[in-house]
């Protein structure tokens, strides 16, 4: 079992930054590859960004790409996402994700354990 807890969120103007963080606790942080996803009201949850479990690799939504950068400290068992250059359309729920099942890493049936999610909202 994982436990996931989101924190960072807030209201920002539009070309700000932000800086969440998803502490984890349970099970080894380091056997899991972590999520990043959002979901804006109204619409489907949706794939943000994605680091491996060793932080050598990460993968992002062309939507994000250039502006949000994920990270992970396996010693403090947290995994960031920086969010630069924020737009209004960036506004939403975002939740971090854990998974060690080996599947599609931008799909949210592939992972196993979800925190609660924290609200980012971005003023035009």
């Known amino acids: 079992q994982v436990q996931l807890v989101e924190s960072g969120g807030g209201l920002v103007q539009a070309g700000g930054s932000l800086r969440l963080s998803c502490a984890a606790s349970?099970?080894?942080?380091?056997?899991?590859?972590m999520g990043w996803f959002r979901q804006a009201p109204g619409k489907e949850r949706e794939f943000v960004a994605y680091?491996?479990?060793?932080?050598?690799?990460?993968y992002y939504a062309d939507s994000v790409k250039g502006r949000f950068t994920v990270s992970r400290d396996n010693a403090k068992n947290t995994v960031y996402l920086q969010m630069n250059s924020l737009k209004p359309e960036d506004t939403a729920v975002y939740y971090c994700?854990?998974?060690?099942?080996?599947?599609?890493?931008?799909?949210?049936?592939?992972?196993?354990?979800w925190g609660q999610g924290t609200q980012v909202t971005v003023s035009s």
């Open positions: 349970g099970r080894a942080f380091s056997d899991y590859g």
């Open positions: 680091i491996t479990w060793s932080g050598r690799s990460t």
């Open positions: 994700a854990a998974t060690n099942s080996g599947g599609d890493f931008r799909v949210a049936y592939t992972y196993n354990y």
